[in-house]
């Protein structure tokens, strides 16, 4: 069983910075794509970032491009999303999961969750 545990998450005020852990257990994490999604209130979840099992491959949405960074540890079975420049639309429930298809940006391209942690940027 896959089990992924997030972290990190927090209130920040605009224009700061986080840095969000997703550790994995369970499976062999050095195999998969993982990915980053988020979800505000009111909202449907939506993707922000994407890495590639080997880390060489990396994918962003358009509207955290050049904010934020994924990277991972296969070492430590974590992957990592470095927040920078945060604004007040970023605030929202991050969630990481399992690939099962490489680097994409569709939630059905994802078969493991975790739990969610909740960033928030006041203005």
């Known amino acids: 069983q896959v089990q992924l545990v997030e972290s990190g998450g927090g209130l920040v005020q605009a224009g700061g910075s986080l840095r969000l852990s997703c550790a994995a257990s369970?499976?062999?994490?050095?195999?998969?794509?993982m990915g980053w999604f988020r979800q505000a209130p009111g909202k449907e979840r939506e993707f922000v970032a994407a890495?590639?099992?080997?880390?060489?491959?990396?994918h962003y949405a358009r509207s955290v491009k050049g904010r934020i960074t994924i990277s991972r540890d296969n070492a430590k079975n974590t992957v990592y999303l470095q927040m920078n420049s945060l604004k007040p639309e970023d605030t929202a429930i991050y969630y990481c999961?399992?690939?099962?298809?490489?680097?994409?940006?569709?939630?059905?391209?994802?078969?493991?969750w975790g739990q969610g942690t909740q960033v928030t940027v006041s203005s």
């Open positions: 369970g499976r062999t994490f050095s195999s998969y794509a």
């Open positions: 890495i590639s099992w080997s880390g060489i491959s990396t």
């Open positions: 999961a399992v690939g099962n298809q490489g680097v994409a940006t569709t939630s059905t391209s994802y078969d493991h």
